[in-house]
């Protein structure tokens, strides 16, 4: 585990594509003056909600997923990471650090783990896969 979290803590950039996006609920807390935006991004998966109150993400397959792409702030960076381990539950099991790498730069993500799997169902698909816009159909 410990590796692991030292290779997605090392990424370059943070992809965010629920909560932490900006204006959403987690972003003043967790974003704001700890990261620098990039841009939007997207990534190939599935986005599935869960219960309503935020997204998990399940990498692969032909769907776009819309998020965000932020440089965390080198002195922020070690209690970014620890904190948002926290708060996906990357200890639990409920969500799980992953890393994309796309040309020269590499994207630490939240993924699906094992105890959210449940919710990778066609039921919970959030088509077009874009939180904000689904969270504001809602």
């Known amino acids: 585990m410990a590796d692991a979290a030292f290779y ?10 629920g909560t932490l996006r900006t ?14 935006f990039i841009g939007k991004a997207t990534c190939y998966g599935r986005l599935y909600t869960v219960n309503d109150h935020y997204p998990v993400l399940q990498l692969g397959g032909r769907d776009l997923v819309y998020g965000e792409l932020f440089e965390p702030l080198r002195d922020q960076r070690k209690l970014l990471f620890h904190e948002l381990d926290q708060l996906e539950g990357i200890h639990d ?15 630490a993500l939240y993924t699906v783990g094992p105890k959210m799997l449940r919710y990778c169902q066609p039921q919970y698909l959030i088509s077009g896969g874009d939180w904000c816009h689904y969270r504001e159909s809602r």
């Open 23 to 36: 204006g959403e609920s987690n972003y003043q807390e967790y974003m704001v003056g700890r990261t620098r």
């Open 8 to 17: 997605w803590h090392n990424a370059q950039y943070l992809w965010v594509y």
């Open 93 to 107: 099991e409920y969500y799980q650090g992953s890393v994309i790498e796309l040309n020269d730069s590499s994207w």
